[in-house]
């Protein structure tokens, strides 16, 4: 717990400098990414998703929208997206490979239950990623990341390269540079930990963001 209060604080500081912008995702404080040698694939992740019901469900578009409803059918979150939507994940690194279908997710995460909840002494970090969206645009330059249990989304800045592509392992992030016309093939690492401030911003309830609706219409509809 004292490593994680020490790699959070100066997380913290640096976001806290970062001006705000019309676009929210240039206004994403840098990440720590470390250059490393191209490793082995990750183990699979030994967690079985929680017995949940699956009751938010999130739409894309290929244009870079998303949106979140309830079981109801009521619009919970709506935005736009960096860009045009070329690869998704889910939870901790399952591609989706039909993000233009609707995707299910529970209303009850592991993030919601604060830093106390995440697994910040174990040597596999990504049972707490259950219930996030990762989403990489054609930009290649932002990873956008979704909690629809909070509604809310943070952007991680993304290091570099072309044609990228995303490993997640049991300490750490990385960022494979996939493309064949590259110069030279490169892989980046973010460990788990840096992205602490993120994850806990993930899980905090988002009041601001419910439905708001008229006396015609109570709340918005998909």
Not at 55 to 75: H, M, S, Y
């Amino acid at each position: 717990m004292r490593l994680a209060i020490l790699l959070l604080s100066p997380a913290l500081a640096l976001s806290a400098q970062v001006p705000a912008g019309n676009l929210p995702w240039r206004a994403a404080p840098a990440l720590p990414w470390q250059m490393e040698a191209p490793g082995p694939p990750p183990a699979p992740c030994a967690a079985e998703p929680t017995q949940t019901r699956l009751d938010l469900a999130v739409r894309l578009a290929q244009d870079g929208t998303l949106r979140i409803t309830d079981e109801k059918g009521l619009i919970r979150f709506r935005t736009g997206l960096p860009g045009r939507i070329s690869r998704v994940w889910r939870d901790w690194g399952t591609p989706v490979a039909d993000p233009w279908q609707p995707l299910f997710f529970p209303s009850r995460t592991p993030l919601q239950r604060g830093i106390g909840g995440m697994p910040v002494g174990s040597p596999d970090f990504r049972p707490a990623l259950e219930g996030l969206l990762w989403i990489l645009d054609d930009d290649e330059s932002i990873l956008s990341v979704i909690h629809p249990a909070t509604s809310r989304i943070v952007y991680l800045p993304l290091p570099g390269g072309q044609g990228l592509d995303l490993a997640f392992h049991p300490d750490r992030l990385e960022v494979l540079e996939r493309s064949p016309d590259a110069g030279g093939r490169s892989t980046w690492a973010l460990h788990w930990l840096a992205l602490l401030p993120q994850f806990i911003q993930l899980g905090r309830a988002n009041e601001a963001l419910q439905p708001k609706g008229t006396a015609l219409a109570p709340f918005p509809k998909d």
